[in-house]
């Protein structure tokens, strides 16, 4: 292995994470209940009251079942001939088989109602996971923390609360089981309950052990699964197939795999053994425990405190607690593991709405006259070094700027921060004198058009790829969608799909299509033009297209300047020589301003990129 693999190998990002230091404990695990039994609540009451009742029923079953054993056994140890013993028993018998065959109905009936709870659940958590994410600021995308939380609560989160709903009816019918046997127990004989209890502590204390260990395991692999999905992606998409085998990168790629997956594998094992060991721990004791409490009872029976036939039926009571003390334990140890992964899912709940976009604000105004910039500055969240700095830029109703600079000088994230997606980090963005902070921002974003720099591939038809940029707009016979798609050049794209406007556009499901990136740049086009708003932002809109659609789409963008305000960021200067005034930009900062004839008359920057674009040697 080289240098610079090694050193790869040394950054965190190839390492396990370091834990929280936070320790979750049951009283946060209740915390962390209740806002589930909330969603159970909302999402499926009916069937919840439903399975709630049942269980009551079926351990007010299984407790009436024990204690009419008591007396169908003191018929059976009575003295007298074995016939006679057993007529006498008969009726108490039917009873108890009476009482089994309803105890067993109950649990059908929990098993029905469960099939309705449990789909409806799962759509309501997803759909509150979805809108919280939908709801929270772009900046916050850029945030290495955010971004964890949000895809645990998605990966693991979700997958889990699933689990958990099962798990807790799981866990409501083994409580009813337990206490049913217990109060059982508590007839017969008051001492055999504070036994049975004692011999529960031993394999709680297992569940709490085994779920913690597990779910520090979980956390310390979060950025390594992350880098694993990452990679799979990468071998098994379609996306970038050809790109690697061009470069010939599968052993790399494989390669990486294979230095990521020996540290989870190692850490998966360490994890697993660790859990195991705390179950067989727990299994043992409460093993130990279950004998300790049969040999009180043989004590009991000896000194004669309990009478045979109550002794049997103990016997039977504490296999029915056992039982259901196993399946409690079951349970809840899948249920505190899961727990902990719901806690996720609720942290990202609590997280996204507090970084929530505000739901309302000031007026926007409906085409502003000015737009102005003052010392505006913008650091992406964890980056010391500010993408913007200092920027004063004016925009007036109906001019085309132009915003050019070398790669990474921050054109791209100041159109962002003009189109309202990022809020400066310092300085201040107005609209005809209002703070942009103020307004509000469902409005403010309802006047803009952004077509960014990689537009999105909506993976649906063409129709739907373009109406989306707005998708509510009335369009009676698609009158505006057919004239931004002739404005864009998109028409004979259109024309030559196989099922016209209602092409699906994605290979990822059967009978996709497939496009160019200039004929998914054209739509991007139309999509921004069917949009339509006050200030129109394009961000290298024809950077994949050809001559001809090149020239169609600023013909174009020359015939609505002056209804509209046009920001335009381009690398192509010969494109922007009539702009109402160009912007150059250089490491986050403007460097250089005008029109066209005074910035090369600057002999500056853009002067000398002129002259390298067009071939006339600059002279500075
Ligand atoms: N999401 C992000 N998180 C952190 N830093 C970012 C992010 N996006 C861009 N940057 C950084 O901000 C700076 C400006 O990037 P920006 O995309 O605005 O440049 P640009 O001028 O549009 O570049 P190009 O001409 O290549 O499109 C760069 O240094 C880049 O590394």
């Not at 069937?47 to 079953?61: N, R």
């Not at 922007?576 to 002999?603: F, K, M, N, S």
Request: aromatic letters at 6%; one cysteine or more; hydrophobic letters at 45%.
């Amino acid at each position: 292995m080289d240098e610079k693999a090694d050193e790869e190998l040394v950054t965190p990002y190839w390492h396990l994470d370091q834990p929280d230091g936070s320790r979750r404990t049951p009283r946060q695990l209740l915390a962390v209940t209740v806002p589930v039994l909330r969603l159970i609540w909302r999402s499926g009451r009916r069937s919840a009251i439903a399975i709630l009742v049942l269980q009551l029923a079926s351990g007010a079953a299984t407790a009436a079942g024990l204690l009419t054993s008591v007396a169908v056994l003191d018929d059976l140890l009575a003295s007298g001939a074995a016939p006679d013993r057993l007529v006498a028993a008969a009726p108490g018998l039917a009873l108890v088989a009476g009482i089994l065959a309803l105890r067993a109905a109950a649990e059908a009936a929990v098993e029905l109602a469960r099939a309705r709870l449990e789909p409806a659940l799962r759509r309501a958590a997803e759909e509150r996971l979805f809108a919280a994410a939908l709801d929270v600021q772009l900046a916050d995308f850029d945030d290495a923390d955010f971004y964890d939380g949000l895809h645990r609560a998605r990966d693991r989160g979700l997958f889990h609360l699933d689990r958990a709903v099962g798990n807790t009816i799981d866990l409501l019918g083994a409580v009813c089981g337990v206490t049913a046997a217990v109060a059982g127990l508590a007839v017969l004989h008051p001492l055999l309950v504070p036994l049975l209890v004692a011999g529960m502590i031993p394999e709680a204390w297992a569940v709490l052990t085994v779920a913690r260990r597990g779910y520090a395991g979980m956390r310390s692999m979060v950025t390594l699964n992350r880098r694993v999905q990452m990679l799979a992606e990468l071998s098994t998409e379609r996306e970038p197939a050809a790109e690697l085998r061009a470069c010939q990168a599968e052993p790399y790629v494989l390669a990486e795999y294979r230095q990521v997956a020996d540290v989870l594998k190692e850490r998966e094992t360490q994890v697993g053994v660790s859990m195991a060991r705390g179950r067989t721990a727990g299994r043992a004791l409460a093993g130990l425990a279950l004998a300790g409490v049969l040999a009180v009872l043989g004590l009991m029976l000896h000194a004669g405190w309990i009478a045979p036939a109550a002794a049997g039926t103990a016997v039977i009571a504490v296999r029915v607690a056992a039982a259901a003390l196993r399946q409690l334990t079951q349970a809840a140890n899948q249920l505190f593991e899961q727990s902990l992964y719901v806690a996720d899912y609720q942290d990202f709940l609590t997280d996204a709405d507090a970084r929530k976009r505000p739901a309302s604000g000031v007026p926007v105004p409906r085409s502003p006259e000015c737009v102005t910039l003052r010392g505006v500055g913008f650091a992406y969240p964890g980056r010391r070094t500010p993408a913007l700095r200092d920027i004063d830029l004016t925009i007036r109703a109906g001019q085309t700027i132009a915003l050019v600079g070398e790669n990474g000088s921050g054109k791209t994230t100041l159109a962002r921060l003009l189109a309202g997606l990022y809020r400066p980090t310092s300085g201040t963005m107005r609209w005809d004198g209002i703070d942009t902070a103020l307004l509000d921002p469902r409005a403010l974003a309802d006047r803009v058009v952004l077509v960014p720099q990689h537009p999105v591939r909506w993976p649906h038809d063409a129709r739907t790829n373009v109406r989306i940029g707005r998708h509510d707009r009335p369009d009676p016979e698609d009158h505006a969608l057919r004239e931004a798609a002739s404005l864009a050049a998109a028409e004979d794209v259109v024309a030559g799909m196989p099922a016209g406007w209602h092409t699906l556009l994605s290979k990822h499901f059967k009978g996709g299509h497939e496009l160019s990136a200039g004929q998914w740049q054209r739509l991007a086009v139309a999509r921004g033009l069917f949009r339509d708003g006050a200030l129109l932002i394009w961000d290298e809109p024809t950077a994949p297209l050809d001559a001809k659609a090149e020239y169609a789409v600023y013909e174009t963008l020359r015939a609505i300047a002056g209804e509209r305000t046009i920001l335009l960021i381009t690398h192509r200067l010969t494109s922007v020589r009539h702009a109402d005034r160009i912007y150059l930009l250089h490491q986050g900062r403007v460097a250089e301003e005008g029109v066209h004839e005074e910035l090369l008359a600057l002999r500056g920057r853009y002067a000398e990129l002129y002259a390298l674009q067009t071939g006339k040697p600059a002279r500075r």
